[in-house]
């Protein structure tokens, strides 16, 4: 127990923490803009798997910068067409979303065949490229703290950061912006907007490229920096727990930041336990953020069901 105490509260841990929260943050904050309109994006499993494999395959003919805006580009476009389908031809979003996710799994095995040449597992034979970490050593020189400073500020992704900006980015948008403010209300009360002139499905519209886009970003870290390279079903399940993070993020870009913290949290310890407890199937450990998600569910389930019983609504 004394070795996990050591572990949790090191350097190294702490760069794994966020190291396999930025991509469920990623994709968190998608799913937050999507669902605060009102289009409840549960294709972020998909759009996250295709924004993997899309990265990695043009990584091997572009620089990383590129292959990550191709990872980008491959969300928003499945954005994109989960809005013509839900707002355009008038299907229903939620069975749209379980359709991308399904495509997603069968069409990520196909064109990675495609790709190397009949290999359906993985893209270990395609030389893809990886997103650079920020070095911060220069910050050695500062007196007392330098040293543990580099230790848990450098060697981050590129893209950790910009997670990190994005969290303020997207606050501001919603909050302190005429269009943040349009988006809520879309969210909210979609009838009032629309008797003002707000075009409420081009906004959801928006909304959903953004959450694509996002999720996309969040592939392209998942299988260019904490995994060099694409396997078949690697976001594992991390859109669905996006989705549960946005709910107990309390639907806010600061809750979602802790949720996705706390989930990485869990997956960082799913990554270090089988190394500390041999005798605990590994298996078991690696259950821990489903877990998690299905208790963070549940308690916001008793939570929303408590606030409806408060103001007498049954």
Known sequence: MMELFITVFSAAFFVTVIRTTTPLLLATLGGLIADLSGALNVALEGMMLIGCLTAVIVSVYAPWYVAV??????????????????YRLKADIIL????????????TVFALAIATGGDKGTSINLPSKAIPAVD?????????????????LSGHSVLSW??????????????????????RGVGEYPAAPEAAGIPVNKIRT???????????LGGAQLAMFNYVGFTRDMTAGRGFIALGAVLLGARHPIGALIAALLFGAFEALAVVMPGLFNDIPAELIRMIPFVVTIAAL???????????ALRGVK
Not at 96 to 107: E, K, L, M, R
Not at 136 to 148: C, N, Q, R, T, Y
Not at 206 to 216: D, E, M, R
Request: aromatic share 18%; glycine share 14%; no cysteine.
């Open 69 to 86: 805006a191709a990872g980008l580009g491959a969300g928003a476009l499945l954005g994109l067409i989960m809005a013509f389908f839900a």
């Open 96 to 107: 749209v979303g379980f359709a991308i996710n399904i495509f997603a799994a069968g069409g």
């Open 136 to 152: 911060l050593s220069f910050l050695k020189g500062i007196p007392v703290i330098g040293e543990a400073l580099t230790a848990f």
């Open 162 to 183: 910009l997670a990190a900006f994005l969290v303020f980015a997207v606050w501001y948008f919603l909050y302190r912006t005429p269009w943040g403010l349009w988006l």
């Open 206 to 216: 928006w909304s959903l490229i953004v959450s694509g886009a996002l999720a996309g």
């Open 298 to 308: 549940i308690l916001f389930s008793i939570r929303a069901q408590r606030a409806l």
